[in-house]
């Protein structure tokens, strides 16, 4: 089984950058590792997902251009950048884990592994 702990939560304000790391322990070999984020009253949306090598990538609409999905497999751990912060933006975030093609899974899922969250809070 594949455990995965998120951790670089905290609060910035608007336009200011912050970056999540994700620690994967286990065998994440054909895994796709993807962040999702629910603020209250929301349903939870897939915010981004990157496969082993990197050569699948997705993002949802609300962050192209200003998150950025990245993995370190040396290190067993995956990053969200996230640049130019709204408001909009702040929830908790979630780290998760599927053994598929991100191609497949998307968005959408399901994901069979996740992270306990951590809080992202934008101030205007």
């Known amino acids: 089984a594949v455990q995965v702990v998120e951790s670089g939560g905290g609060s910035v304000q608007a336009g200011g950058s912050l970056r999540l790391p994700c620690a994967a322990s286990?065998?994440?070999?054909?895994?796709?590792m993807a962040w999702f984020r629910q603020s209250p009253g929301k349903e939870r949306e897939g915010v981004a997902g990157i496969n082993r090598d990197g050569t699948e990538r997705y993002y949802a609409d609300s962050v192209k251009g200003r998150f950025t999905v990245s993995r370190d497999n040396a290190q067993n751990t995956f990053f969200l950048q996230m640049n130019t912060l709204t408001p909009e933006d702040t929830a908790v975030y979630y780290c998760?884990?599927?053994?598929?093609?991100?191609?497949?899974?998307?968005?959408?899922?399901?994901?069979?592994?996740w992270g306990q969250g951590t809080q992202v809070t934008v101030s205007s």
């Open positions: 286990g065998d994440t070999a054909g895994y796709c």
């Open positions: 998760a884990a599927v053994r598929a093609s991100c191609s497949v899974v998307g968005v959408r899922g399901p994901y069979d592994y």
